[in-house]
């Protein structure tokens, strides 16, 4: 029975994951009136920081998510996130021991970058500045798009004409023949063969298609993934600097209780153990929300930052909805087979490619990996039904530039993996294999770094169930949807409905599934408040 109070407020945001709060920040910024509802005892969603280990208390993990990218300095400045505690340590470059005792080193020093490539092919140390410029160049094209509202392409409407025209006018300096087919190309080559007409080391062409694959369900020979890879690459929106990665201090989710912070100070009321069970409407648009226990909010303009199929699927009748976009939720992909391993180390990994301590290896992005093969079978072992006998792992140890998250002498690591079957979303009960996973994952690292295994003091193995059941990522998806070419720009979530509005109207949605989806950005909860002051929905508000 629904409760007889009703509060009323200008805004309801239903999810408290950074997006959601982002989207309060600007709501409450512009004098709505507005509440967050997040289902979970906290807020942050993936962007999370916790600390696992009860014997181990003050070592604190970066839970899902684990290095930041693609928050435009715009969001920050705004939000005023500085203020909340903000603040991001440079990730270093690439690297990756090889089991037979070389390494390809991404370091500050181009010199030293050209060294290490030419261990395993001249001709690759070469190509690699001319490719780095080249997929920056396109990233300096498409990037910018993130910051874009897709227009809605094919309608006939006055303004979507228009917005059609101003994209395809703003591009017009930019786009040259070349520059079209080369863009053609990413969209629809598969990492492998875009990385085969540039490099001939299958170990140079593994090490740089994990962009093209991480936390994507594909291999690298699957079309579109190249596309993946440039988009990995685009970094910082807005102060053109191309993949500029971060440790957030304090872990990932010290940029969420910074969003929070920044919505609350703007008088946004914030709301956890709130799971919203029903979004109310009336005549096609949007009057409320219930949450669990029965009570009633209203408001004329509802923003969902949660998964499509649990906003249209769960919490709305599907009757209210067009058949064809049911349709397309229903249709959404969003399979990972993601696993992720955080570990407390006793000790820095020692490699046998490069003792000693080195910031640009040991606090970049260490890839567990052999060559381009070896990607591609474990995600094709994965796909059969089997678990990665050999895991591939995009590595990362914050406390290199971080040390509030252990104490001192202590590491954390993040290891983000890749495969299991994407039906171990939907299937308990494969605890021991994950476990068995996880240790073949260690025998690898240890096979470049013999003193890792013996220095692992705690470990939490988080599979795609877990994510799913826990943090409402529906298949353990942290995209909220597959990064493929059918499933980006104005096709994400759905054609017609990429401009962050949906068919119930004054219903929004900013999760990760909309058109910016992937990276903690706070673009998505940007660009909805930006389409509700286009469309005047505040009613008054400034």
């Known amino acids: 029975m629904v409760n007889s109070q009703v509060n009323a407020y200008d805004a309801i945001v239903v999810g408290g994951g950074h997006n959601g709060l982002v989207a309060a920040g600007y709501l409450a910024k512009h004098g709505a009136r507005t509440v967050v509802l997040e289902a ?55 690297y990756l021991p090889h089991p037979d005792g070389g390494s390809i080193l991404q370091a500050e020093d181009p010199k030293v970058t050209h060294e290490t490539i030419a261990r395993f092919s001249k001709r690759d140390a070469d190509a690699y500045p001319a490719f780095e410029a080249w997929i920056g ?91 993946v890879l440039m988009h990995h690459s685009v970094g910082d929106i807005g102060d053109g600097q191309i993949a500029s990665w971060g ?149 990362a140890i914050p406390t290199v530039s971080d040390p509030t998250l252990a104490p001192e002498g202590i590491h954390v690591m993040s290891m983000f993996t890749q495969w299991v079957p994407a039906e171990w979303a939907d299937e308990p009960g494969h605890e021991e294999e994950l476990e068995q996973y996880a240790d073949r994952l260690i025998d690898r690292m240890n096979a470049v770094a013999p003193n890792f295994k013996g220095s692992i003091l705690h470990r939490q193995i988080i599979g795609p169930k877990q994510m799913q059941d826990e943090w409402g990522l529906i298949g353990g998806n942290i995209f909220h949807g597959e990064l493929s070419v059918d499933q980006l720009f104005h096709m994400r979530p759905a054609p017609g409905y990429a401009d962050y509005r949906t068919p119930i109207r004054g219903l929004y949605q900013a999760s990760s599934a909309t058109h910016a989806g992937g990276g903690v950005t706070g673009i998505p909860g940007h660009h909805a408040v930006r389409e509700i002051m286009r469309d005047k929905a505040l009613r008054g508000r400034r």
Not at 206 to 223: K, S
Not at 255 to 280: M, Y
Request: some cysteine; proline content about 7%; overall charge negative.
């Open 40 to 94: 979970r005892h906290k807020v942050g969603g993936a962007a999370d920081t916790m600390a696992p280990w009860e014997e181990a208390p003050d070592i604190r993990v970066t839970t899902l998510s684990y290095v930041m990218s693609l928050m435009p300095p715009t969001i920050q400045r705004d939000l005023q996130l500085e203020r909340f505690g903000y603040r991001i340590h440079p990730q270093g470059m690439g």
């Open 137 to 227: 160049r396109i990233a300096d094209i498409l990037g910018p798009l993130l910051m874009r509202t897709p227009p809605r392409l094919g309608s006939r409407k006055a303004r979507d004409i228009k917005d059609v025209a101003q994209l395809g006018w703003g591009l017009r300096k930019e786009l040259d023949e070349r520059t079209v087919a080369d863009i053609t190309r990413l969209f629809t080559m598969s990492a492998t063969d875009l990385l085969d007409r540039w490099f001939e080391s299958p170990v140079m062409k593994g090490f740089m298609a994990v962009n093209g694959i991480i936390g994507t369900w594909a291999g690298p020979d699957a079309p579109g993934t190249a596309y």
């Open 247 to 395: 440790y957030p201090e304090g872990g990932m989710g010290a940029v969420s209780r910074a969003c929070e912070q920044a919505a609350r100070s703007f008088g946004a009321e914030i709301r956890v153990n709130s799971p919203v069970q029903r979004i109310l409407t009336g005549n096609g648009r949007a009057r409320g929300v219930v949450v669990a226990g029965g009570e009633e909010l209203r408001a004329p303009v509802i923003v969902t930052a949660v998964h499509p199929k649990i906003t249209f699927l769960e919490q709305l009748d599907r009757s209210e909805l067009p058949d064809t976009f049911v349709s397309d939720i229903e249709h959404w992909r969003t399979r990972s087979g993601t696993v992720k391993i955080n570990l407390a180390l006793a000790e820095l990994p020692e490699f046998t490619a490069d003792p000693g301590f080195n910031p640009d290896i040991h606090g970049g992005a260490i890839q567990v990996l052999d060559d381009l093969d070896y990607l591609e079978r474990g995600f094709q072992e994965a796909r059969f039904g089997k678990p990665a006998t050999l895991p591939f792992s995009d590595t």
